[in-house]
């Protein structure tokens, strides 16, 4: 059974950082892109960023370039989030999630998802 289990969720204040971590229970996980996505209250799911399957490739939504990096230790089979210069607007819940092929901006492309952790950004 695949699992995906975010932490490092929490409060902080703006221009803080947080750093989540994603670990994954799934077979070949060197062979999944990895996806952040985030979501608040009556909105749609967002997409943060995504890593390739290596590591070597990473993508991220125009909202969080220049403060957000994704990287991955497939050794550990986790993934991490790095949220520098946090801002209010980056309160949501984040998942992780795991693909293989489709477009990868898109929920739909991706095969599993976590359950979510809760990040909160004050002013």
């Known amino acids: 059974q695949v699992q995906l289990v975010e932490s490092g969720g929490g409060l902080v204040q703006a221009g803080g950082s947080l750093r989540l971590s994603c670990a994954a229970s799934v077979r070949n996980f060197d062979s999944y892109g990895m996806g952040w996505f985030r979501q608040t209250p009556g909105k749609e799911r967002e997409f943060v960023g995504v890593?390739?399957?290596?590591?070597?490739?990473?993508y991220y939504a125009d909202s969080v370039k220049g403060r957000f990096t994704i990287s991955r230790d497939n050794a550990k089979n986790t993934v991490y989030l790095q949220m520098n210069s946090l801002k209010p607007e980056d309160t949501a819940v984040y998942y992780c999630a795991a693909y293989r092929s489709g477009d990868y901006d898109l929920g739909p492309s991706y095969d599993f998802w976590g359950q979510g952790t809760q990040v909160t950004v004050s002013s």
């Open positions: 890593i390739s399957w290596s590591g070597s490739d990473t």
